[in-house]
């Protein structure tokens, strides 16, 4: 009798640990670095504050590979490889054949879908080499559990959704959220829906104020080096009518800039959560969604700008909707899982740092390229040409001996590189993987490194240093800490919350999901899943 009571209660509660959670929601926040986090958290009191206080927060996640940037980034985070497994080696590299750019995820056998074709735009997943955990999810459930992948750039939602999801991101040409026909012939009636809202419109003319009272931001309104783009200016309040008389090309840029398009999300994941009918039965269900906003505000007008600072209060704002929507869907908290994680982080503008007494510097892309090319020509003869893009060196045209650029020369530009004085280290491809890692620059540059796509030569700045092409604005794409460190976040179902302070690597991120979500890991994950967020301990 007692062990036919003892049994029954086993197998009465076994379900309640076995069963996955309804719904997994993944918000990605492009260029929230640890440092900008850490910096706003005690202000935040929305669904950002509420994750970070509730929720198992690692603050000091870093990046294993060296050109941190959008598409690699989220590649990484959906994979849980780095990019010599992914492939995705930057938002872009060149092409050999023709020595011109091809975007991470172009397709040209799949445009996107109902909107005018743009050469090389990002459109679909064939560049993408490993399974991604949606993928894994479509697999596990023999297609029955949905992945919606929603954000501004297409570069965020094609490797969020992989390639048996959906993937859906906002045209700034049209106005409209679009797709790639790998991933559907026709818009489902939601989007189609959302879409005929014309919710951008609504803020056309009216202008981005800023959410609390002035005295409460920290800084000055206007920063050394902050741009001025899409008629928005460059201090509160900015308006958003593109400098055009009606709703056109520009202003929707400016749109994606300001925090309305975090709102925009928001109403596209709620859309998508009841067309999708995502969390409504004990099939898992994943909606992922990258929120744009704050990497365009940070390219503008910097991580310690007002306008970083007001783009998060309220992202906190509308993260808070976003997950009453979630947990709405779910039936509960107790029936979903809730991660958050970044791309990357980012520099400030190198005239701030500089003001502070910092050995900062901003280094033209041009004029380092055309220094490189002058050298390798004198050296070598022909024509042959250094194209930079970012960190990579390409190097195309006749040799002196007729043919492809051979080692010597891939090798004397390496080394002419490595003299530069905002240049702490430089290599051939061919060396990058036998040469000696003294400083520990070449591990990094290693894990980012996929044959036929990454550069001839590999190189990276000395920290504060930025490689930009305009005096305006910043970037992102080294593996410094303030590029590479990002907070990783998980809440709900089976979550242990907890601060936790070890160093931990974006590529545990998927992994960590998979268990949560009781699934395999995607089929190349490097990482692992963390036993703290699982156990506490």
Known sequence: ????????????????????????????????????????RPRLKGGLGQLLNQGAYFPYARYGHAECRTAPGHATLATGANPWRHGIVDNRWVDRSTMKRVMAFADAAHPVLEVPLKPGQDSGPAHLMVETLADRLRVATQE?????????????????AGRAGQAWWFDKGEGKFVTGTWYTKEFPAWLKALNARKLPEAAFGKKWELMRPASEYVGEDEGLAEADVYGLGRTFPHPLDG?????????YQ??????????????????????????????????A????????V???????????????????KALGNLITAAERAAGGRGNLVIALSADHGGAAMPEQWAAKGLPAKRVSSAELAEGLTQTL????????????????VYLGGKTHQGGAVDVAVRRAAAAWLAKHPAVITAVASDDLFSAP?????????RKGYYPGRSGDVLFMLRPLHLLHGIPTGTNHGTPHAYDSQVPILFAGKGVKPGMYLEEIDPVDFAPTLSALMELGMPASAEGKPRAEVLTGK
Do not use: C
Not at 298 to 316: A, K, N, T, V
């Open 243 to 251: 400098g055009l008389p009606s709703p056109g090309a520009t202003f």
């Open 298 to 316: 940070f390219h503008e007008y910097g991580p310690y700008s007002w306008e970083m600072q007001d783009s998060l209060l309220r992202l906190d």
């Open 254 to 287: 400016a749109f994606a800039v300001s925090p309305d398009s975090h709102d925009l999300l928001v109403e596209a994941a709620k859309a998508a959560i009841a067309g999708e009918g995502l969390g409504q039965d004990g099939v898992p269900d994943l909606l």
């Open 144 to 160: 029955r559990g949905k992945a919606v992948a929603l954000s501004i750039k297409p570069h965020a939602a094609i490797p969020l």
């Open 437 to 445: 890692d003294t400083a520990g620059y070449l591990t990094p540059m």
């Open 377 to 392: 020509r004198q050296q070598f003869g022909g024509d042959v040409t250094a194209t930079l893009e970012q960190l990579d």
């Open 1 to 40: 009798m007692i062990r036919a009571l003892v049994l029954a209660v086993a197998l009465a509660t076994l379900p309640a640990f076995a069963r996955p959670p309804r719904l997994t929601l993944v918000i990605s926040v492009d260029a929230l670095g640890s440092d900008v986090l850490l910096r706003n």
């Open 289 to 296: 969604v990258s929120f744009t906003g704050t990497d365009l």
